[in-house]
């Protein structure tokens, strides 16, 4: 019903910053809250961001507070993620996802994207 795609994902150095894409179609007349996750090989899918439907409300983990923004524009059907600061443990497959309500729990979204690649050298 709702289809996610991401963009934006790349090869930056350390320090670096990447804006993420993702675009959303189909029923995207619901009013979703929306997320980032990312997944390193080897390691459990973590939460990165996640914000409301009216955008009002956003939520961080600390490992990215203050470097990675989330933010999203209804009108054309898309969530961002601002990284700036890059590390290489940022290095991950970034997911963005769609669940009824705000929170940073996997179990609570319906919908994924594919995934894109964010690679960052030291």
């Known amino acids: 019903q709702v289809q996610l795609v991401e963009s934006g994902g790349g090869l930056v150095q350390a320090g670096g910053s990447l804006r993420l894409s993702c675009a959303a179609s189909?029923?995207?007349?619901?009013?979703?809250?929306m997320g980032w996750f990312r997944q390193a090989p080897g390691k459990e899918r973590d939460f990165v961001a996640a914000?409301?439907?009216?955008?009002?409300?956003?939520i961080y983990p600390d490992s990215v507070k203050g470097r990675f923004t989330i933010s999203r524009d209804n009108a054309k059907n898309t969530v961002y993620l601002q990284m700036n600061n890059l590390k290489p443990e940022d290095t991950a497959v970034y997911y963005c996802?769609?669940?009824?309500?705000?929170?940073?729990?996997?179990?609570?979204?319906?919908?994924w994207g594919q995934g894109t690649q964010v690679t960052v050298s030291s």
């Open positions: 189909g029923r995207t007349s619901g009013k979703y809250a």
């Open positions: 996802a769609a669940s009824t309500g705000v929170s940073r729990f996997t179990t609570a979204y319906t919908y």
């Open positions: 914000i409301s439907w009216s955008g009002i409300t956003t």
